[in-house]
């Protein structure tokens, strides 16, 4: 339901704004995982995040497709995933030196405040 909310928002007002208003609820989702120790905290959480992984998405998917139709879908897919791959990599080798050094629970803590700051990066957008 939230979904469709956004979508009926995102056609009145700027997909920037709505994506700005959103993004540090998804990061606060990020940051509060490792603290959710209860059924119910971790039900808030986790739901706290997917509505505003939602929230993003839409304004983020509509982008990506206007940014495609400008400059040929091919060449900017291709771009977009070799950008994707690279990072992923660095960070699977950042994440793996920072569990080998570091107890599993604040390997995880990291993990997690890595994943708030890069969906902070969605602002670029």
Same mark, same amino acid.
């Given at each position: 339901l939230f +979904? %469709? %909310?956004? +979508?009926?928002i995102s056609d009145r007002f700027s997909r920037r704004k709505i994506l700005r208003t959103l993004l540090?609820?998804?990061a606060l989702g990020y940051l509060l995982r490792p603290l959710a120790t209860? +059924? *119910?905290r971790v039900l808030l959480t986790d739901s706290l995040a997917k509505a505003a992984l939602i929230g993003v998405r839409i304004p983020q998917m509509y982008r *990506?497709?206007?940014k495609g139709r400008e400059l040929g879908a091919l060449r900017y897919v291709l771009a977009m995933e070799?950008? *994707?791959s690279v990072t992923k990599c660095l960070l699977a080798l950042a994440l793996? +030196?920072?569990f080998l050094v570091l107890p599993a629970s604040t390997g995880f803590a990291v993990a997690f405040a890595i994943a708030a700051a890069f969906s902070l990066l969605y602002v670029a957008l």
């Open positions: +979904g %469709f %909310f956004v +979508g009926e540090p609820f998804m209860t +059924g *119910l *990506l497709y206007v070799m950008t *994707l793996a +030196g920072t």
